[in-house]
């Protein structure tokens, strides 16, 4: 059984990859499984058929049989237990590597998510400018955090596993803020993430929903 | 070998079970396993030697011989596989249980923790009184949506599970802010958790750090 993924009809961010499906994609590439793609409207996210599989009406969700998932962070971790690639075999290590995993997702991207709620939300508001600053340091504090964390390393923990791919993803997220050059070995951080043949892959088949040279699934 | 789990030497909450330690604690309460507690300071925390526990500067940890772990997440579902009683036997169940492990963390909590910062860093802004409605209101919609899944069940997914662990310590955050007595089935929900006896044992824990009463580890 081919598992399905699924993601926006309607790319938000005109296929640069943001969407959190290309966390999936990402990993579901990285351990050579395929996958096949169910694109859902901002409507139809909202709706009980689909709250039935997100109690929080957003995407993705994984379908793989009976089992139906939410959350990345599950559905990665679900995907890097059961075939090898995204966490190494030694438990501890293991164990390191889903920290990492909660990491990305508890305490570097929440920072990062004001950020885009400051911009795409609050925009508008008599105090926009005046409270940006305060939304960008919270994300500098974590930054720099985990740059010294990284130091002079190729990954978070050992081999490349689901940590850094999580992280990598959210890193990402800074986009055009330009937060990201400020902490070089970050920005290198994330250049190799972007850079192997597994994130390319699941840029280019997120990028082909845009550009509607997908292939129905 | 029995875990050290780190706290706050100086209780921020004045021992009213809200720090992220409590669900280290309630965790391991849970699965009837003994563990030490190491205390540390507010500059502690910030110190070489605690960063190489833990990258971003925060309690708790969880050494465990030659394992250090941080990130409450990756310490709980580290202890639910490791012990009966915090995840089920069922595979497909047991992803699920750790997709709730992760809604908690990353969806649930983030516009928590936005509203803590709102009152404790941002109450003194021009902005503070205006923007409040806006930060509320992103939490009423993730509790629309979590109390609509919840609906008359007593926990999340079947038996009580890591991930119902977390998020009745999320809702908690909560406190006086109102918001989830507008939730019935929520605070009933969250009452659940607190009469848990595991819960009960670890309140009293780490309520014995604010009122002086612990023993020495």
């Given at each position: 059984?081919?598992?399905?993924?699924?993601?926006?009809?309607?790319?938000?961010?005109?296929?640069?990859?943001?969407?959190?499906?290309?966390?999936?994609?990402?990993?579901?590439?990285?351990?050579?499984?395929?996958?096949?793609?169910?694109?859902?409207?901002?409507?139809?996210?909202?709706?009980?058929?689909?709250?039935?599989?997100?109690?929080?009406?957003?995407?993705?969700?994984?379908?793989?049989?009976?089992?139906?998932?939410?959350?990345?962070?599950?559905?990665?971790?679900?995907?890097?237990?059961?075939?090898?690639?995204?966490?190494?075999?030694?438990?501890?290590?293991?164990?390191?590597?889903?920290?990492?995993?909660?990491?990305?997702?508890?305490?570097?991207?929440?920072p990062?998510?004001d950020?885009?709620?400051?911009?795409?939300?609050?925009?508008?508001?008599?105090?926009?400018?005046?409270?940006?600053?305060l939304v960008?340091d919270r994300i500098?504090t974590?930054?720099?955090?985990?740059?010294?964390?990284?130091?002079?390393?190729?990954?978070?923990?050992?081999?490349?596993?689901?940590?850094?791919?999580?992280?990598?993803?959210?890193?990402?997220?800074?986009?055009?803020?330009?937060?990201?050059?400020?902490?070089?070995?970050?920005?290198?951080?994330?250049?190799?993430?972007?850079?192997?043949?597994?994130?390319?892959?699941?840029?280019?088949?997120?990028?082909?929903?845009?550009?509607?040279?997908?292939?129905?699934?």
């Open positions: 059984m081919i598992p399905v993924v699924t993601a926006f009809a309607q790319s938000p961010d005109r296929g640069r990859g943001l969407a959190r499906d290309m966390r999936v994609r990402w990993a579901l590439e990285e351990v050579g499984q395929p996958y096949e793609v169910r694109l859902v409207s901002f409507r139809e996210m909202k709706e009980p058929s689909h709250r039935a599989l997100h109690p929080f009406g957003q995407i993705p969700t994984y379908e793989d049989g009976d089992l139906v998932l939410f959350e990345t962070g599950a559905i990665v971790l679900h995907i890097a237990q059961r075939h090898p690639g995204l966490l190494p075999d030694d438990p501890d290590a293991r164990a390191r590597a889903v920290a990492f995993m909660f990491a990305a997702l508890s305490t570097v991207e929440p990062i998510l950020l885009a709620t400051a911009k795409l939300l609050e925009h508008d508001k008599p105090w926009a400018e005046a409270r940006l600053p960008e500098r974590r930054l720099g955090e985990l740059s010294a964390r990284l130091g002079g390393a190729e990954w978070l923990d050992g081999a490349f596993s689901a940590g850094d791919l999580l992280m990598v993803h959210v890193l990402l997220r800074l986009g055009a803020s330009g937060l990201l050059d400020e902490y070089r070995p970050l920005a290198a951080y994330v250049a190799r993430g972007q850079a192997r043949p597994a994130y390319q892959r699941a840029f280019a088949a997120q990028l082909a929903v845009f550009t509607g040279q997908a292939r129905p699934g």
